[in-house]
């Protein structure tokens, strides 16, 4: 079984970065595609971006492309979300995620996934 622990989260201007960490324990990542979701107050989880640690194939969707980046260092059993160029409306809390599949096309619906980190508060201010 995965564990996961999510981290990096914080309070930043608008236009400013943060690093989010999805670090695994118990397993690593072989064989799972990981996935970055947030839920922001009175609205639906949604999927962010992803990656699969077997092919490397990657997923954003449109609202961060050209502003988050994830990646994964399989050293060190984690995945990292880098953010930039933030907006308010970037404001949520960021859940990674993890489940067992070849390839990352999409981030696909929460329920795809059976693992969950305990989520990290970004708020970004205007």
């Known amino acids: 079984e995965v564990q996961l622990q999510a981290s990096g989260g914080g309070l930043v201007q608008a236009g400013g970065s943060l690093r989010l960490s999805c670090a695994a324990s118990?397993?690593?990542?072989?064989?799972?595609?990981v996935g970055w979701f947030r839920q922001a107050p009175g609205k639906e989880r949604e999927g962010v971006s992803c990656i699969s640690n077997s092919d490397g194939s990657i997923y954003y969707v449109d609202s961060v492309k050209g502003r988050f980046t994830i990646s994964s260092d399989n050293a060190k059993n984690t995945v990292y979300l880098q953010m930039n160029s933030l907006k308010p409306e970037d404001t949520a809390v960021y859940y990674c995620?993890?489940?067992?599949?070849?390839?990352?096309?999409?981030?696909?619906?929460?329920?795809?996934?059976?693992?969950w980190g305990q989520g990290t508060q970004v708020t970004v201010s205007s």
């Open positions: 118990g397993s690593t990542f072989d064989g799972y595609v």
């Open positions: 995620a993890a489940k067992f599949w070849p390839t990352a096309q999409a981030v696909g619906a929460p329920s795809e996934y059976d693992y």
